[in-house]
């Protein structure tokens, strides 16, 4: 039976917590002071008007605080998950975005005017080895000066980068000499339209070569582009085979380019454009026998004496232009890859096609057929299909 007790304040002292029969207290490594103590100095109407005060074991304690640690992982280490954490910056994505369509824009201008002057000096002056040689000469000679006077920083490379970029050099040469061929026999307009068909050659190679494999839409792409391709090479009016195997060889020699790029150039820390500057000097050295056995010194004094005698001194203007600007819009384009995806990259390359196609018809005045013009645009949409079945 549960009886109430009405009992004030007053009536209340300090001996009745004293008579109060508590369990054994654990040894504890705070000492605190007595009821003693407390009585001296405090009240007994005082003592009896506070809530008692009751300690918590110190294990308890520590228990509770491992429940509430909170665990980090650190992702950012090696980027092996994502950041949950996104900060957006808007003014960093606008200026990223205008950087790379100046990218963008530089390497179509410059590539538009490399071939308008490479295809005006071919008409003129029909000698497409020694040309590719002064290309890669003269992009030679730009970046050394350019090292020299630290301009351009000087890249760190040792022997086994070279070793590693031999054979990219060798196909980056053996496609620069086909394209040249190629142009030096057939419309500019028409060697781009073949050029298209660059992803073709691509799958193809890494898929019977490499045992890569790949999409379906990627896979599927490739009937457009091969396609478009040959409706425009069978509608050219002045069709050339020399200049049709030119652009098929070429296409061919840059995937091997890329692929060899991608398996020996992994560790290497150069710049796209000290990357492509060593290309161009090791192409040159490669270039250079080929070029003299092909064509020669007498060949090229005749060459070059009638193409004078006929355009004059303007003419020597085109080569040096020809010469310059191969180099910058490769350059351009190599640094624009540091910037951006593969993907974004072939999509860019893609449109870059359309612009020389489109500016080489108009200067050149070419003739074109509506059923050529089909053709190349079907072979340009495959392309730009396969760049986004690759995404």
Same mark, same amino acid.
């Given at each position: 039976m549960i009886s109430l007790t009405k009992c004030s304040a007053s009536s209340l002292t300090c001996s009745a917590f004293s008579t109060r029969k508590l369990p054994p207290a654990r040894p504890q490594l705070l000492t605190f002071p007595t009821i003693n103590n407390v009585e001296q100095n405090t009240s007994p109407s005082q003592l009896c008007s506070q809530k008692p005060l009751y300690l918590s074991p110190t294990e308890n304690m520590a228990l509770v605080k491992r429940k509430r640690v909170t665990e980090c992982q650190a992702y950012e280490a090696d980027r092996s998950r994502p950041m949950e954490i996104n900060i957006e910056l808007p003014g960093e994505d606008a200026a990223q975005r205008m950087k790379i369509g100046v990218y963008f824009a530089t390497w179509w201008a410059l590539n538009v005017v490399f071939n308008i002057y490479n295809k005006k000096v071919l008409n003129a002056f029909p000698y497409p080895w020694l040309t590719s040689t002064l290309s890669l000469a003269a992009g030679s000679l730009l970046m050394l000066i350019s090292w020299a006077t630290r301009v351009a920083e000087a890249p760190t490379v040792n022997l086994d980068f070279w070793k590693a970029l031999f054979p990219v050099a060798v196909a980056h040469t053996i496609g620069?000499?086909?394209?040249?061929?190629?142009?030096s026999k057939v419309a500019v307009s028409f060697t781009h339209i073949i050029k298209s068909g660059e992803p073709a050659f691509s799958v193809?190679?890494?898929?019977?070569?490499?045992?890569?494999?790949?999409?379906?839409?990627?896979?599927?792409?490739?009937?457009?582009?091969?396609?478009?391709?040959?409706?425009?090479?069978?509608?050219?009016?002045?069709?050339?085979?020399?200049? #049709?195997?030119?652009?098929?060889?070429?296409?061919?020699?840059?995937? #091997?380019?890329?692929?060899?790029?991608?398996?020996?150039?992994?560790?290497?820390?150069?710049?796209?454009?000290?990357?492509?500057?060593?290309?161009?000097?090791?192409?040159?050295?490669?270039?250079?026998?080929?070029?003299?056995?092909?064509?020669?010194?007498k060949v090229w004094a005749a060459g070059w004496q009638s193409a004078v005698s006929q355009i004059g001194p303007n003419f020597v203007w085109w080569v040096a232009a020809q010469s310059v600007f191969y180099h910058l819009y490769n350059q351009v384009s190599y640094m624009?890859?540091?910037?951006?995806?593969?993907?974004?990259?072939?999509?860019g390359n893609t449109m870059?096609?359309?612009?020389?196609?489109?500016?080489?018809?108009?200067?050149?005045?070419?003739?074109?057929?509506?059923?050529?013009?089909?053709?190349?645009?079907?072979?340009?949409?495959?392309? #730009?299909?396969?760049?986004?079945?690759?995404?």
């Open positions: 620069h000499v086909a394209a040249t061929v190629s142009m193809l190679v890494s898929r019977f070569l490499l045992g890569e494999a790949f999409p379906m839409p990627v896979y599927l792409s490739l009937v457009p582009i091969i396609g478009g391709c040959a409706l425009a090479a069978v509608t050219e009016l002045n069709f050339n085979m020399i200049g #049709f195997m030119g652009a098929m060889i070429s296409n061919l020699a840059f995937v #091997f380019r890329n692929i060899f790029s991608k398996k020996g150039m992994k560790g290497m820390s150069v710049s796209g454009m000290n990357y492509y500057a060593c290309l161009s000097m090791m192409s040159l050295l490669i270039l250079t026998p080929f070029a003299i056995a092909v064509e020669g010194p624009s890859l540091d910037q951006i995806s593969p993907l974004t990259f072939s999509i870059k096609r359309i612009t020389v196609i489109v500016s080489s018809i108009l200067i050149f005045h070419t003739p074109v057929q509506p059923i050529n013009a089909l053709g190349a645009a079907i072979a340009i949409l495959g392309t #730009f299909l396969y760049s986004q079945g690759k995404q």
